[in-house]
Each structure stands twice: as C-alpha cells, then as structure tokens.
C-alpha cells in the first residue's frame, strides 16, 4: 500500500470526518496486508483497533455537527 498523508487542513468541519473514515480504511486494509504477510491474523490487530477509534471519533464529530 502506498503510504498517504493525513491532511486535517480542511475548509470546513463537515469534512474532518471524511477524513477520519478515510484513514479508518486505509488502516483496515492495512492490516489485512500485514496478516496476508505475516501469515498471522494477529498482526495487524493495532491497526484495526486504531480504525475503529477513528470510525468512533468521526461517529462522534457527525453528530456534533
């Protein structure tokens, strides 16, 4: 996976979350890749804790707004 930058300069607050879910993605796949090479199902599980923080805090910022 080619690495991406997390940008949070954004023009307006909706999009933070967008961003959030984006990344939340990008951490599952991965951790899919991780466990793929791996040849361990555990070896991605921080990421996929990470993803599902950042589902929960985009959750959260939808629902501030």
Same mark, same amino acid.
């Given at each position: 996976? @080619?690495r991406? $930058? %997390?940008?949070?300069?954004v023009? $307006? &607050?909706e999009?933070v /979350? $967008?961003i959030? %879910?984006s /990344?939340? *993605?990008?951490?599952y +796949? $991965?951790? =899919?890749? %991780?466990?793929?090479?791996? *040849?361990? &199902? =555990? /070896? =991605?599980?921080p990421?996929i804790?990470?993803?599902k923080i950042? +589902?929960? @805090? @985009? @959750?959260q910022i +939808?629902?501030? %707004?």
């Open positions: 996976m @080619a991406k $930058s %997390l940008d949070l300069d023009d $307006s &607050p999009k /979350a $967008s959030l %879910l /990344a939340a *993605q990008d951490y +796949e $991965s951790a =899919g890749e %991780l466990d793929a090479a791996w *040849q361990d &199902p =555990g /070896a =991605g599980r990421w804790k990470i993803a950042l +589902e929960r @805090a @985009a @959750a +939808e629902r501030a %707004l």
